[in-house]
């Protein structure tokens, strides 16, 4: 093959394929959409060794070309579509080395689409370590492909890979699997000839499904309806009978080629940890450990980085003043964009550290016990435990968590799932609790292990799902479905995880983490600047000469405090003020001020938003001295009372209400793109600033 190829990645789930493709892409990828679909288009680019350039597509893991869920269709109609863009020149099938039979059927429908192919074995130490020994040139020799044997886990044979790719033709050399042509040969010729292709499996699989399929146009579906109806096409049986044939083909296929000296002691391990971490009281006892040891260490853990970023910023900050001219764009820079900057950067390592702990957790094969373990739990509140991987997922951030959602085939689990999922506490809270935690709860260790903070950060992550399950409840019997659902999953051998693989994920979601939030931040930032600096002429008129008279009598008592008075009384009299006091008599039941009313506003573009708003209108309200962003809140007195405005009903009158609130216009625009409808997206936006408007009340009435 000349010039530049285009290589798909198909799999089953748990076959390490996504490992593999972070290997051979690196840091070199993007996210994208596959055209015309809201599916996440995972692509990425390797040098292979003859010099050429690899386009690299990871698509969605799948048992077989017959889909179950949306994100499963998309592998299809990738490789049954000549036109599609993202359609490969060549297929590198990646196949668990443990489970070979399985994962061949697979391989045998792809195989048989016509297209170039390779089979990626991997997990081959793994096979050996459990007594599974596969001769892979006879395996080559009877699939007619080039068969690689890997380890993604420990970056062995990728290399050999990378050569097996540049290698293979553009002429397909695999050879033929099941005689499938016998089971409807009329029908099958039928729509090879309307389809204008030679490729038999190709033609069988359109006359399945077609109907989901966009790469035909209305009167192309009617030509195959009519095709089916005429040649008496019944597709669950064929289906069925289709299967049949590839594991009587592969069991001939594998004959001599695999032999298995463990199969007694193969799993062992595996179904003695699972009889601990999935029983039904101490599974759920050592989530939960699980779950208080990850927040605690969140706290803990990140003190230290989060103490030099915070000074790094105030240093900045400080030099930027004493070696900048004055002026509005001095001001703009150091207190508008760096002070709100400054807010979303000192997150990094709590970020890092929750990503680090998911994608352990995911390594290791524990999150699918716990999927498995919460199934029983979630049919009752009206979800399966296919709901569980995006109520977890949410912890991190509930858009990718929402889409995740078309893996649950009941329509009515689905949509329950995506309704309830953005009240599972995401990263973009996590800097709104842990600065409001520091403030109002002190840093202390109970029993000389359990940080107080983190404790109190896990009851907010607990809350939080404790009412998305209470919610899915209500749903379940407002929602109405006649289908039922089933679970079904298949449980990964535990492995260690995959460090290089977790530290990536920590870098991956950290820079995401602050580009995706510092635009918005930034452009937040500036914004409110600009209404926090500017106002009514009139008014800073009256400001100024109020001041100046003060200043002319030289009163002592006052000239002490005089810019640090007026400053503050600019602020409130500016168009960021003015809004802020518009809204105040809503939310003042809640024991929020006019400037808390401000960051509500702004966030209602990104949670996270709430912490560069705080650093804003308080770098704006400064008498000269600069500080953190914390010692600044702590410091804030109510100018009627002199009492701190962050007491401690209002910093949990105020987590509760982002612990609930809708306030992220992504969910709100994935939402709609999920659901094809503005129903849903409106009822989630009304009936969760809703929950956050009571339970916030409540909270503050009764601890005040």
């Not at 292979?48 to 869920?69: C, F, H, M, N, V």
């Not at 400037?595 to 770098?619: D, H, N, P, W």
Request: charged share 20%; net charge positive.
């Amino acid at each position: 093959m000349a010039g530049n190829i285009k290589i798909a990645l198909v799999g089953n789930p748990n076959t390490g394929k996504s490992t593999l493709f972070n290997l051979l892409t690196g840091l070199n990828q993007k996210i994208g959409n596959f055209p015309g679909i809201t599916v996440d288009k995972k692509l990425g680019y390797c040098k292979l060794p003859g010099g050429r350039q690899a386009e690299i597509t990871d698509l969605p893991g799948t048992y077989s070309l017959y889909p179950k869920s949306k994100d499963e269709r998309i592998v299809l109609q990738v490789l049954a579509d000549s036109n599609n863009p993202s359609r490969p020149d060549i297929v590198v099938v990646v196949a668990d080395a443990t489970n070979l039979r399985r994962n061949l059927l697979l391989y045998t429908q792809v195989a048989d689409l016509g297209i170039p192919t390779i089979l990626a074995l991997n997990m081959t130490d793994m096979a050996k370590k459990e007594g599974i020994d596969i001769n892979i040139h006879k395996l080559s020799e009877r699939l007619g492909v080039q068969v690689v044997p890997i380890s993604a886990r420990s970056n062995t044979g990728i290399n050999l890979l990378k050569q097996a790719i540049d290698n293979t033709t553009s002429i397909a050399t695999q050879a033929e699997g099941a005689d499938l042509h016998l089971m409807a040969p009329e029908a099958i010729e039928a729509a090879r000839e309307l389809l204008k292709t030679n490729n038999n499996y190709l033609a069988l699989q359109m006359l399945h499904q077609h109907e989901p399929l966009n790469i035909f146009s209305s009167g192309e579906h009617a030509a195959l309806e009519q095709i089916k109806k005429t040649h008496h096409f019944e597709s669950s049986k064929l289906q069925a009978a289709e299967t049949i044939a590839r594991y009587r083909y592969l069991g001939t296929v594998l004959s001599g080629v695999i032999e298995d000296t463990g199969a007694v002691r193969k799993f062992v391990i595996s179904d003695k940890l699972d009889a601990v971490l999935t029983n039904r009281f101490w599974g759920f006892l050592i989530f939960i450990a699980i779950l208080f040891f990850v927040f605690n260490s969140i706290f803990s853990w990140s003190t230290y980085p989060m103490d030099m970023i915070e000074y790094a910023f105030v240093w900045l900050t400080e030099y930027g003043h004493q070696h900048l001219p004055d002026g509005l764009l001095t001001n703009l820079l150091l207190d508008g964009v760096l002070a709100g900057l400054g807010g979303v950067v000192i997150f990094i390592p709590q970020i890092a550290i929750l990503f680090a702990f998911i994608s352990i957790l995911e390594d290791t094969g524990y999150m699918a016990r716990v999927t498995f373990m919460m199934d029983k739990v979630m049919r009752k509140f009206g979800m399966s435990g296919k709901s569980v991987v995006p109520m977890i997922g949410s912890l991190a951030c509930a858009v990718p968590s929402i889409m995740s959602a078309r893996n649950i085939e009941s329509w009515k689990d689905r949509i329950i799932t995506i309704m309830v999922a953005p009240l599972v506490s995401c990263s973009a809270r996590l800097p709104v609790y842990t600065l409001l935690i520091s403030l109002v709860v002190p840093q202390k260790m109970l029993w000389g292990f359990i940080n107080l903070q983190g404790l109190t950060l896990m009851g907010m992550y607990v809350i939080s799902i404790l009412a998305a399950v209470f919610v899915a409840f209500i749903m379940k019997f407002i929602i109405k479905a006649k289908e039922k659902s089933y679970f079904i999953m298949e449980l990964p051998v535990y492995r260690m995880p995959r460090w290089t693989n977790v530290l990536y994920t920590m870098y991956e979601k950290s820079k995401t983490f602050v580009f995706e939030a510092g635009k918005v931040i930034i452009a937040i930032s500036i914004v409110l600047w600009v209404l926090a600096t500017y106002g009514p002429s009139e008014r800073f008129e009256a400001i100024d000469k109020k001041y100046a008279a003060i200043e002319a009598k030289k009163d002592s008592s006052q000239v002490s405090t005089l810019e640090r008075d007026k400053a503050a009384e600019r602020l409130e009299n500016s168009y960021a003020g003015i809004l802020g006091h518009v809204i105040e008599p809503a939310i003042r039941p809640l024991g929020f001020d006019w400037k808390i009313g401000i960051a509500l506003i702004t966030s209602f573009a990104a949670r996270e938003a709430f912490v560069g708003t705080m650093a804003t209108i308080y770098s704006v309200d400064n008498d000269g001295e600069v500080a953190t962003i914390r010692n600044k809140m702590k410091g804030a007195r109510n100018p009627d009372t002199g009492l701190p405005v962050f007491t401690f009903a209002t910093a949990f009158s105020l987590m509760l209400f982002y612990a609930f609130a809708m306030q992220c216009m992504s969910t709100v625009a994935v939402v709609f793109r999920e659901t094809k409808s503005w129903k849903w997206p409106v009822i989630q936006l009304v009936y969760m600033t809703g929950m956050a408007y009571v339970a916030s009340l409540i909270a503050y009435q009764l601890l005040k």
